[in-house]
Nanobody
Framework: VQLQASGGGLVQAGGSLRLSCAAS????????MGWFRQAPGKEREFVAR????????YYGDSVKGRFSISRDNAKNTVSLQMNSLKPEDTAVYYC???????????????WGQGTQVTVSS
């Protein structure tokens, strides 16, 4: 599956952004979808994941209560709604696809190209 992330940009602290990830192929619904982020000089960090049907979600502690992940299997898309953004949310955000349930980047099979999110203070 090929993934294309979009929606990043520059936003002030406290603001919101919505990231989208479009997937190609007919097997999108077979994959657990995740969002990760990587800030300069830091390791790639788990942000959120959503199960195949869209019912099960799981979030990293740093974004819990502020971010929301969703998917539309009919449109082959997964989204990340980011609210109450903080400067420490600044990073390149990646969508990824996994056949299992994981929060570890190494377990994800397919990756999008990343989209930059910058939060100014």
């Amino acid at each position: 599956v090929q993934l294309q992330a979009s929606g990043g940009g520059l936003v002030q602290a406290g603001g919101s952004l919505r990231l989208s990830c479009a997937a190609s192929g007919r097997t999108f619904s077979m994959y657990v979808m995740g969002w990760f982020r990587q800030a300069p000089g830091k390791e790639r960090e788990f942000v959120a994941r959503i199960g195949r049907s869209g019912i099960s979600t799981y979030y990293g502690d740093s974004v819990k209560g502020r971010f929301s992940i969703s998917r539309d299997n009919a449109k082959n898309t997964v989204s990340l709604q980011m609210n109450s953004l903080k400067p420490e949310d600044t990073a390149v955000y990646y969508c990824a696809a996994d056949r299992g349930l994981s929060t570890t980047p190494q377990q994800y099979d397919y990756w999008g190209q990343g989209t930059q999110v910058t939060v100014s203070s």
